[in-house]
């Protein structure tokens, strides 16, 4: 049997994935959670094979969580489940170690075969992420701002990657959809955590990183 713990914020995501899952014979749902933090505990006492990971939640976000299950003795395999494809998303997922990386709207049958896979050992990436690691692959990045960026959370890599594009302060709230004084907020903190005071440097720090 394969023990799996579903670990997203929306409880029809959950369903979902329990009524794609449960039905088969070798795969046992152990539990769930609804944030990251609930996922260390529930990873703790159930012990699972496989962890279906989601990347945007509250309290503890997925990515953060996956690096510190995967810190653990003995960790489970982590099969990434997002609504997103973003580049910055797949690449630190698969430098944190996740086994794979799957959009929310994979074919069930494809989805049930990816956990079976993951379990095996073997990675499993969507076609659209599997593309952008190619492209990934083929890009000289620079280390340093690689490093760089890796200091900023998600939601500053989100404001990062906009101040890239050019948008102003108010595209980007309405891209993100919060508010213009939370992403003054971040921009304040980026430019802290990169030692600049220049949306220039911001956007080329990310350029040099590969996330465009």
């Known amino acids: 049997m394969i023990r799996v713990v579903i670990v997203d914020d929306d409880p029809m995501v959950r369903t979902g994935l329990r009524l794609i899952l449960g039905g088969e014979p070798d795969l046992d749902l152990v539990g769930e959670a609804a944030d990251g933090r609930q996922a260390m505990t529930v990873v703790r006492d159930m012990r699972p094979d496989v962890v279906l990971m989601d990347i945007r939640m509250p309290v503890q976000d997925g990515l953060t969580t996956t690096e510190l299950l995967l810190d653990r003795p003995s960790p489970p395999r982590i099969l990434v489940l997002t609504t997103f494809d973003a580049?910055?998303?797949v690449l630190r997922a698969l430098r944190l170690g996740a086994h794979g990386f799957l959009l929310k709207d994979t074919p069930p049958a494809k989805m049930i075969e990816a956990v079976r896979a993951v379990a095996r050992g073997e990675p499993v990436l969507s076609p659209s992420v599997a593309h952008q690691v190619?492209?990934?692959a083929t890009c000289r990045y620079?280390?340093?701002a690689v490093k760089e960026l890796d200091q900023l959370?998600?939601?500053e890599r989100?404001?990062?990657i906009e101040v890239a594009k050019g948008s102003s302060n108010s595209e980007i709230a309405t891209n993100l959809s919060v508010s213009v004084a939370t992403v003054k907020a971040n921009i304040t903190r980026i430019f802290a955590k990169l030692g600049t005071d220049s949306r220039v440097d911001v956007a080329n720090t990310?350029?040099?990183?590969?996330?465009l």
């Open 134 to 136: 190619i492209a990934a």
């Open 158 to 160: 989100e404001v990062a």
């Open 142 to 144: 620079k280390p340093q």
């Open 153 to 155: 959370t998600e939601r």
């Open 206 to 211: 990310v350029r040099d990183a590969g996330l």
């Open 87 to 89: 580049d910055d998303m």
